[in-house]
DNA sequence: ATGTATTTGCAAGAGATTGTCAATACCCTA
DNA sequence: TAGGGTATTGACAATCTCTTGCAAATACAT
């Protein structure tokens, strides 16, 4: 795993607004950039993991630090399943991908595309916005699901 | 505005799956396609358009029928403020169209882009997923929230 | 017209996220 | 490198969106 941010560069960035480094937010990266490629965290799935590596560091400010995170453009919030948001690495091409998900199951493929990647950036350049982060999320029924006729469906 | 679905058509749809086309499901279609092209609405939007032609439905009614109508693929779920989720109409090329928005005050531009659309059926279709809708999201910010330098961001 | 399964409305509930506020701890400056 | 101003944290209450249980109403196939 590539480590994009180190501690320093973190606190560079968050200095830089007023912000501060903490251990909290420190930690909080870390794990991120220790994550599998392509696997996202629920904030309930960060704090069990914080709480299984005896740090103790309470829901709320992990519900701020991935909200931080997101608007700084280090993390990408995902919508991938109903009820809570997913968070993962925002990281650059060639590691940039987007998602497919089944919107009965909630199962999910990844793909990368760089047209993609480009039609975004051109679209924020155009009006002026400073892009933080682009994702094609693709809505549509698995083979499974497809064939399974639950009620209710 | 092109009306999309007659209430017959609405009603073969639902009732070749054993469901029923009801008057609410009825209007609420209704008040989606009469919407200007690029509005969109939040269940609580909806609501109180609903109460202002009263017409009572509850809000569970509607939760549920916006529900419905998205995993139909009739409409599309959007996710472009914090808290709560938009719907619209989802309309076939040429009408079919992406977002970027601002992350901190949510405004929303509107772009369209059939190559985006082909990268999103070449992806359903090379993994079986019956493809529901497929939207580019642009994370960015706006150049007025560029300049403004309000606390807490 | 009738039976039955679906749908609705209401109220209660679930779950994610945010607000409040005192205590703590970064980080800048002297 | 000590001190002070201010951002941040943790605990917990509150909020807010959305869902669900249930009884009554109602599509719709026959």
Redesign the interface.
Known sequence: MVNLYSASALKAELNA?GWRLTPQREIILQIFQELPQGDHLSAEDLHQRLVALDQDISLSTVYRTLKLL??MGIL??L?LAEGHKHYELNQPHPYHH?H?V???CSKT?E?K?T??LN??AK??QE?????????????????EC?RSLIPG?
Chains 1, 2 share one sequence.
């Not at 009006?127 to 083979?143: N, S």
């Open positions: 607004k997101a608007r990408r919030q919508e987007h497919l089944c919107v009965k493929i793909f595309s047209s993609i039609v975004g679209q924020a009006y002026g916005y400073k892009l933080l982060d682009c994702q094609l999320t693709i809505h549509a029924i698995c083979p497809q469906w």
